[in-house]
């Protein structure tokens, strides 16, 4: 990031090249995905910033360039130099163009000042036609029960450029299909075009070597190192960069049509790195989780673990209704008479656990209860192994934003036995419980007894909601929308993909009506409002909005 | 009178040549070298000084020399591209990957002369700073893998190799490494991954060009082996001498593989330019002609993968007279000098200088399919066009050597190859395979169409005989029995 940072800040050389008659400036350089260097402007930037879609296959903006799928073919010119090595100039003053006889692919040739690229020629076309041919002519054509059917690079690419019928008369060279590459990953051999980016991702990106190709010529195959799986943390990336349908996701395939599913913005939660994701949603049910570039936190990857950790928002047993003093009950009545007991609680006779899966909002708004109550607080810390690339050790997606909003104690977790000491003593008679199963963090279900009254939202059913006084069902991140400030201080917007589940309410929804029985005063009541409101409130948050954030969010100091 | 110019094997195929070193030795042997360890300083005019490297190098572009491997490049400035200031260490490889279908010209020097490849080598690693080298042999030549590493431990015993060369203070160390049975590996940046330990994917250029970025990423020299041997020779004889050897931009000797439908096939080292391809087939000091009755018919100049030569084909080709003056004359094939530019000046190549030679009694469409099959089977996989399009160029030959084809199958066998060449492919396989298939279907295209005619009609008899015999019964109107050409699985793979 810092070299990113420092690359754009110093002042770049930069010419003219023109793209199909529209000349444009374009850098010289611009830094490499892998190493922050910079490294030579090639023709595909340069047709990027004139806003031309050269088509491509194997090429991947965040991997290095391997030229092999012959896609981007291109034609070009550049400037004649006559016998002085001095540009030769035609009649009009313009330079004259030395036209290059053979074609470059675009993705690995550099630009030179005054290049002229041509990529809507007659000679351009019919490359692009051949190339296309010769991919499918080995290809089965079983688009009908692909799962890339929709949003395949085989079949855009043969809408734009490809011809309406085939020539080829030979029998098709038959690979293996439904071959399991992983735990995870399924291959069909006949589908692959061989573009290689999996390989270079697994190779390049997560450093494993375990994917490589075998045979040769048209009979070559993808493979997994004999005897071995392809299994690491990543490989599900590998089915978002495949082109077309072989690599496919063990896990969606064969569930649902692409083009039914709903796209929503959001941020996975898995950990405290906080990838973007795109939830795509249908009727209510996810289907699947796919990583949404944000190059300031996960570049266009994601885990396996957080990609797949999306099942339990689908759950049976999701509480999905009020529960007052375990008999059925209504969102008023039950806010109504929690608050009316919270306002009459003693000072310092109130806990609250924020758990920091909870949003910013969320904890902004417990935050409120707490300094109304003076209670003791905290969250609860939730470490793991980390790794070099995505996973961070913190599990939690928001203690950051816990520990900013002040619920956090310090270290996290460290006012949990403390609490316990206080119920024990009887000194803290009302628990707030936000997203925590206490009773596997040092109070026991026995010591829930004891207190006057306990509060819990959750999601799941556990221990903690078992006892609980009130019960009120929260969300899913899937199913609201907020913020969460990852463990680098990136805060990022996501919003719903799928409704709630039975009576269930986004917490800072009934936060906020709790906060205006208890307090009476009335905050805002739509997120925006909300967000802003925190921003103007939290020196951490200072200087952001709502809208300021965009789909990639914002960093604060930490 | 036409005749051989023995430089190179000179001594290989004399009487009681051995290839061990005292032999080499007892016929000057590394004599070069130790002249080229000890070469001092030299001033020039200007002040300017030249070290022995230098001198050596410019002596070899002086010369001439055109690559021996297949594209005839210059090596004074395959050399000079060598990027010499990057402080990595140079490398340079000998390309033994010979595997020209038709070209069998360096096994004769690895066989039989073993040490003249050593001092070749050795010379042309002084002449470039190189202290690693490597002999990349193909995987198939155990024998001369085995004969080379016997050749280096000779060397080494005398201190040609290794630390301190005779006393120079040159150290140099030359490793072979044995293919596993690839053709892309001769292609320079495919032999390079392969040496790394990789598939031999050839390298894109840019950015991956040897000279700059080569094995492990540090600047390279690939020589074909018989080019590292003319080196030793352009060293012995002073650069004007050796390019007085040939015609001008074509100079030295070169050893022809020939083969095919000629007396005496063999290899012949000849003075480049200085005789015609028809000598080559029918005077007696080379192809002693073709077989008692048989007539012409097509010539693969240099190796399969270079574009065929019809029997009576003429090109027009600029000769420069004595005057300086260029005038164009129409040669027949069989005038056509064989040398790089003559031959390139007729639209094909004189490659690796394998010349295969078809009479009257061939099949050329079996011939083709032959080819095709080859490169198909070669074929690396790396890119698209080449990929599929060698395999697709071989189905269709197959099916039309197999009773199959359709008319219209020389059509679409060019507009398969078409789709290949010209850049398309990040090597020049994309040529090899395709340039075959264009040449021979385009002059020979009369045989092809018949050839799928034939099959066609073959097929519309038979699919009348089953109709009629099939005929339904008054009253059935039974769809009529298709012909169902018989699958051609297996034939190809």
Known sequence: ?558 | MPQEYKLVLKHADAPGYTRDLDCYLRHGGYEILRKVLTLPTRELADGKKLTAAEQLREEVKLSGLRGRGGAGFSCGLKWSFVDRRSGKPIYLICNADESEPGTFKDRQIIHKDPHQLLEGMIISCFANDVHLAYIYIRGEFTEGARILNQALQEARARNFLGQNILGSGYDLEIHVHRGAGAYICGEETGLIESLEGKRPYPRIKPPYFPAVLGLWMCPTIVNNVETLCQVRHIVAMGASEYARLGTPNNTGTRIVSLSGHVRKPGYYEIEVGKVTLGELIHDPAFGGGLREGRRLKAIIPGGSSAKVLKAGEKFKLKRRGPDGKETETEVDVLDLPYDFDSLMAAGTMSGSSAIIVMDDSTDLVAALANISEFYAHESCGQCTPCREGSLWMSKALQRLTHGQGRAQDADYLLKIADNIPGGRTICAFGEACSWPVQSFVAKFKDEFVARGAADEARAAQAATAAAAAAAPEPGHGGPAVQPQAAPLAGAVH
Request: aromatic content about 6%; proline content about 7%; hydrophobic content about 35%.
């Open chain 1, 1 to 558: 990031m810092s070299q990113t940072e420092k690359n754009a800040s110093a002042p770049v050389e930069t010419f003219s090249v023109s793209v199909d008659g529209r000349t444009i400036s374009v850098p010289r350089t611009m830094p490499d995905p892998q190493t922050g260097k910079p490294v030579a402007t090639t023709m595909i930037q340069a047709c990027a910033l004139a806003k031309v879609d050269v088509p491509h296959y194997c090429y991947h903006p965040k991997l290095p360039v391997a030229g092999n799928c012959r896609m981007c073919l291109v034609e070009f010119g550049t400037p004649a130099l006559g016998p002085d090595r001095k540009p030769v100039i035609n009649a009009d003053g313009t330079p004259k163009i030395a036209k290059s006889p053979r074609p470059a692919i675009a993705c690995a040739t550099p630009v030179s000042p005054g290049m002229e690229i041509y990529t809507d020629t007659p000679g351009v076309k019919q490359m692009r036609e051949g190339v296309l041919e010769f991919l499918l002519i080995n290809h089965p054509l079983d688009c009908p029960i692909c799962d890339q059917a929709g949003e395949c690079k085989l079949q855009e690419y043969s809408i734009d450029y490809g011809q309406s019928q085939s020539r080829f008369v030979e029998d098709k060279v038959r690979k293996p299909k439904a071959v399991e590459l992983g735990p995870r990953i399924m291959l069909d051999d006949e589908r692959c075009i061989l573009c290689t980016r999996c390989i270079r991702f697994t190779r390049d990106v997560v450093g494993d070597d375990k994917i490589g190709i075998i045979q040769r010529g048209s009979h070559s195959t993808i493979a997994a190192y004999p005897g071995t799986q392809f299994d690491n943390n990543y490989t599900l990336n590998t089915v978002d960069i495949c082109p077309v349908g072989a690599l496919t996701s063990k896990d969606f395939r064969f569930k649902m049509r692409v083009w039914f599913l709903k796209e929503s913005k959001s941020v996975c939660t898995s950990c405290a790195t906080g990838c973007n994701v795109t939830i795509g949603s249908r009727e209510g049910t996810i289907y699947r989780y796919e990583p949404r570039q944000n190059d300031a936190v996960n570049s266009c990857w994601m885990c396996d673990y957080g990609r797949l950790n999306y099942k339990w928002i689908g759950r049976p047993d999701r509480l999905t209704h009020v529960r007052n003093q375990g008999q059925g009950g209504t969102w008023a009545t039950a806010l109504h008479e929690i608050a009316e007991r919270v306002r009459r609680a003693p000072a310092g006779s109130v806990a609250v656990v924020a758990s920091a899966r909870q949003t910013n909002e969320e904890l902004f708004l417990l935050s409120k209860l707490a300094k109304r109550t003076g209670a003791l607080t905290d969250s609860v810390p939730r470490l793991g192994e980390a790794d070099r690339l995505l996973v961070a050790a913190d599990k939690n997606p928001n203690g950051q934003g816990a520990r900013l909003l002040g619920l956090a104690a310090d270290p996290m977790g460290s006012n949990l036995p403390r609490m316990a000491d206080g119920i024990r003593r009887g000194t803290i008679k009302t628990l707030i419980v936000f997203g925590e199963d206490v009773t596997r963090h040092g109070i026991p279900a026995e010591l829930l007894g004891k207190l006057e009254l306990l509060v819990v939202s959750d999601i799941l059913p556990n221990a903690t909601t078992a006892a609980a006084h009130y019960l009120l069902p929260g969300c899913a991140p899937a199913e609201k929308r907020g913020t969460f400030t990852s463990g680098k201080g990136r805060v990022q917007r996501f919003f719903k993909a799928v409704e709630p589940k039975g009576e269930a309410r986004p917490e800072w929804e009934f936060l906020h009506d709790l906060i205006y029985n208890v307090t009476g005063q009335n905050g805002f009541v739509n997120m925006e409002g909300l967000f802003n409101q925190m921003a103007a409130e939290i020196p951490a948050f200072q200087g952001l909005s709502w809208a300021g954030l965009g789909d990639t969010g914002a960093s604060v100091p930490i």
